[in-house]
Nanobody, 122 residues
């Protein structure tokens, strides 16, 4: 059973930055892509970014240019750098993994983490 554990969520002022981390266990030989999604109160879960083992990335249009995904394959850790944060970025951020990047961007991956909260105050 793959396990995903997120960390790094916090409360920040608008314009600030955060780096989220997700450590995966039991991932060797399994899903190729890791990524991130978020869910704000009262809204559907939204896929944000996905990254392959070879570093190929995919982003949702809503976060291109502000968020950056990266990955450490040796540690099975994926990161999400959040820059120029806005109040509307407030959400629970979830780590995800799947064999298809489209499923992460469409917020329908095979595995989810438990989430880490990001709160941005204006």
């Amino acid at each position: 059973q793959v396990q995903l554990v997120e960390s790094g969520g916090d409360s920040v002022q608008a314009g600030g930055s955060l780096r989220l981390s997700c450590a995966a266990s039991r991932l060797t030989g399994l899903p190729y892509y890791m990524g991130w999604a978020r869910q704000a109160p009262g809204k559907e879960r939204e896929g944000l970014a996905a990254i392959a083992r070879d570093g190929t990335t995919h982003y949702a249009d809503s976060v291109k240019g502000r968020f950056t995904i990266s990955r450490d394959n040796a540690k099975d850790v994926v990161y999400l750098q959040l820059n120029s944060l806005k109040a509307e970025d407030t959400a629970m951020y979830y780590c995800a993994t799947d064999s298809w990047w489209e499923k992460i961007i469409n917020a329908r991956p095979f595995y989810w983490g438990q989430g880490t909260q990001v709160t941005v105050s204006s």
